[in-house]
DNA sequence: CCCCTAAGTAGTAATGATTACTACTTCATT
DNA sequence: AATGAAGTAGTAATCATTACTACTTAGGGG
């Protein structure tokens, strides 16, 4: 991998962002630093940053995939109340992986899990 | 629901294929005996056939979706080897949402779960 | 039994996310 | 400094899916 200061930038504001960007959510925010951009590069670069494992790009099942500045493996969950996107906690993961290999005897080597569900803060303000 | 010659041949190819189908070999199967059927219609049948739980879609993380007889709520494992997608115990998949509600604190409305990894049967070859 | 209209259809165009292509530029090594 | 592989901007292409348009049909009320 050669420098390039726009996979620089890029790379600064995935980590920076503290959550999930989808590419274009990336390229307006790059394109305040670098005007002409292209949005190429941005998936370009957002890809080759993800095969080196300095983010992790999230595969969504509809809609754009979006990229995560935590590269543990770790599975997501939408809310559809707020329609923020939340980390589960690794743990989580691996304890889905072992019971799928116990319970269907399959060797897993990669997942995309994508809940739905109602975050536990829209879940307290239904009350409210 | 109005009654349509398509949408009935739609409905047996996915019930008779036991197994997944993608829109597009569902449109291959169906114009054997419709010739001038459109694919809009194989998609639009498709998605209201699911919407009225005669059939499932499944949602794929890449790729197109696909379309299941079995509607009991479950996951998908894909192989990577001989490139099939198998279906996973419904067992699984509640004891997985016990998991993300136990430990998160989220109420899970759905799930988009996608395994990838190796089916028993190719597992076994490996060694073969 | 026929008429009406909402639902369905074929065919085509549009959409949205992503990748591919092309000609030009830049990093970094000798 | 010269060279070549990797990167870039800009644009075109791709792929799955949905939307649109004008025409057709199912099927209940008169």
Redesign the pocket.
């Known amino acids: 991998?050669?420098?390039?200061?726009?996979?620089e930038q890029i790379l600064k504001i995935v980590q920076s962002s503290y959550g999930h960007l989808?590419?274009?959510e990336v390229y307006e925010q790059v394109r305040k630093i670098?005007p002409?951009?292209?949005?190429?590069?941005?998936?370009?670069?957002l890809?080759?940053l993800a095969e080196h494992h300095f983010i992790r790009r999230i595969?969504?099942p509809h809609?754009?995939?979006e990229y995560d500045y935590n590269v543990e493996p770790h599975s997501h969950i939408y809310c559809v109340k707020c329609g923020n996107i939340y980390d589960l906690p690794s743990k989580v993961d691996e304890r889905m992986q072992k019971l799928v290999e116990k319970e269907a005897g399959y060797t897993i080597t990669k997942s995309s899990v994508v809940f739905e569900g109602i975050c536990p803060q829209c879940e307290s303000e239904k009350e409210g």
Chains 1, 2 share one sequence.
């Open positions: 991998m050669k420098y390039s200061y726009q996979r989808s590419a274009n670098i002409n951009i292209s949005l190429g590069t941005v998936y370009r670069n890809n080759t595969i969504m809609g754009s995939d």
